[in-house]
């Protein structure tokens, strides 16, 4: 649901800004703006999507301080994007761009190598953090309170 949601809102702002990025197969890639746009586009389904389907399934899904984690996977994956594929403003292309042109040959080591940043980029700044903030909590277990509250049929 969280990649349907992602495809589809990307592909909306696409057309309401007039950009042409395509999947990833245009002659561009988005910078600056369009590169926090892009960010946007994945990281608030992640953190909305859950909540959504947790209330419709009648189930515990989202841990305690998900907003808080999903607030700062939303701001780092946003700088995450801007490390990838770079800013005018800024006066920096963007890794991509350094590590593997836009119409560079193929090339397997320099491929592997720019999926390993991305990798390393995404996990970083989305999971990293999320998962950081979300285990550093001490408040009573909602998941605990939620199942005791579905068996006994009544609030602690």
């Known amino acids: 649901m969280v990649a349907i949601c ?14 042409t990025f395509g999947a990833g197969g245009g002659d561009t890639l988005p910078q600056g703006l369009a590169a926090v746009v892009l960010s ?10 859950p909540p959504i389907y947790e209330r419709f399934a009648q189930t515990c899904l989202v841990l305690p301080r998900h907003y808080m ?6 701001l780092f994956a946003a700088a995450g994007n801007l490390f990838l594929y770079g800013s005018k403003a800024l006066g920096f ?3 991509r761009n350094v590590v593997f042109p ?3 040959p193929a090339h397997l080591v ?6 390993a940043i991305y990798s390393a980029t995404h996990f970083g700044t989305i999971v990293l953090p999320y998962s950081a903030i979300v285990s550093s909590q001490f408040a009573a277990d909602r998941c605990e309170y ?8 009544v609030a602690r």
Request: proline share 4%.
């Open 40 to 49: 946007l586009t994945l990281t608030l389904p992640l953190v909305f999507v």
């Open 102 to 104: 836009i119409g560079s």
């Open 6 to 19: 992602f495809g589809v809102s990307w592909s909306l702002a696409e057309r309401w800004f007039g950009w």
């Open 110 to 115: 320099r491929a592997v190598f720019m999926e």
């Open 69 to 74: 984690a999903g607030g700062a996977a939303i």
């Open 146 to 153: 939620f199942y005791s509250y579905q068996v006994s049929g």
């Open 93 to 95: 292309p963007g890794i």
